[in-house]
């Protein structure tokens, strides 16, 4: 069988064994000291529920990473894994500790959820200076590394709206246990063969009972509702502004404020009301719910149980009817939209005869 490799795993009694693994194994030679020996077990020990049995998991080849995690395929219990290995800096105490709280805080939030567009959670390993997370593997990578290889507004927009309805049904779920997420963009949203969206990183989340200080985290600022660029109190709706540029992506395939530095991406949008523009071509119904979703007061933008039923009636009208929004290209008709959008939510077959 081509590009298949065995490679070693050393196990707790020292011995060594072989299996089988898909793909090149590879490591970071800049993490080998976490490793006991070239794809062997993370060193761990702990009796919580989630802790992994590290004689069980096989760390194959690396395929993301960032500052202080890098993230690997491997097999845990014969299944197709993906392992977060996140690293504290030795030579900062303080920044070792968030990381260290953030490591917590994910696994406590992961390891009770169970739903379709959130990510499942295996298990984890809890050892410094090394923490890691295992969790089902995404053969599809991001949202945001597909969107990038699509040419220009060229996404369909039957599929538009299943990525879209997706990732809301899964914040709807999260919002419903009284967690925000506070960093949803496309990078965090990873894609199976059935192009199924699954809400991913948890680092920053917190249940909406416990996100006190809005102060001492930081998200991407392209993709941060203004309050949260302002360090003001923040609830929920700080989501719905990050999926409305989600969106935004989605119907563009671009980078929302591409021409800017983060910087001046965050200034814009907390001092100027800067949004990044729609296509002309984007039909008046979208228009009016991404506007809605990204507006200044999060007071005005709708709950995640409002924008499902929403997508989901304007998904099935669009099976039904292919040129179902034809009739709403143009910004004239956003007025009438206001009006017909509560009825949408609650008779969706009646939305195209009442507009």
């Known amino acids: ?42 060193k761990c020990d702990g009796e919580e529920e989630w802790s992994a049995d590290m004689s069980e998991l096989f760390i194959g ?60 959670f295996v298990a984890a390993c809890k050892k410094p200076s090394v923490f ?11 949202l945001k590394k597909y969107l990038h290889q699509q040419e220009p507004y060229s996404v369909p927009l039957n599929l538009v709206l299943k990525l879209a ?22 990078e965090n949203l990873l894609l199976g063969e059935d192009m199924c969206v699954k809400v991913a990183d948890f680092g920053i989340s917190c249940l909406e009972t416990q996100c006190n200080n809005p102060k001492g985290f930081t998200s991407t600022y392209r993709w941060m509702a203004p309050e949260m660029i302002k360090e003001k109190h923040h609830t929920k709706k700080v989501d719905v502004y990050s999926f409305a540029i989600v969106f935004w992506e989605l119907l563009t395939s671009l980078t929302p404020f591409e021409d800017m530095t983060p910087e001046q ?22 228009w009016h719910l991404i506007t809605r979703c990204w507006s200044r007061n999060p ?4 709950h995640f149980i409002e924008i499902v039923s929403i997508l989901k ?33 609650s008779e969706p077959w009646s939305f195209k005869k009442t507009c």
Request: aromatic letters at 10%; a positive charge; glycine letters at 6%.
């Open 1 to 42: 069988m081509k590009n298949f490799q065995f490679f070693k795993q050393v196990s707790s009694n020292g011995r060594s064994r072989r299996r089988l693994f898909l793909g090149e194994y590879k490591r970071a030679v800049s993490w080998s000291k976490y490793l006991v020996s070239p794809g062997a077990e993370i």
């Open 265 to 286: 991406a965050a200034f814009a949008v907390s001092h100027k009301n800067a949004r990044p523009p729609l296509p002309p071509e984007c039909p008046g119904a979208l």
């Open 165 to 186: 309805l997706d990732i809301a049904r899964g914040m709807q779920y999260l919002h419903s246990r009284g967690i925000l997420h506070r960093d949803l963009k496309s």
């Open 313 to 345: 009636g304007y998904s099935e009208s669009l099976n039904l009817d292919p040129d179902f929004f034809r009739s709403f290209r143009s910004s004239s008709h956003r007025t009438i939209l206001h009006h017909c959008l509560p009825k949408c939510i």
């Open 299 to 302: 007071n005005k933008r709708p």
């Open 61 to 120: 080849n690396k395929f993301a990473s960032g500052r202080y995690s890098r993230i690997y395929r491997g097999v845990y219990k014969q299944r197709d894994v993906a392992i977060k290995v996140v690293s504290q800096p030795e030579e900062d105490e303080d920044l070792a500790a968030v990381l260290e709280k953030q490591f917590t805080s994910e696994v406590a939030l992961l390891f009770g959820l169970d739903h379709p567009n959130i990510i499942t």
């Open 132 to 142: 890691c997370i295992i969790m089902e593997y995404m053969s599809g990578g991001s």
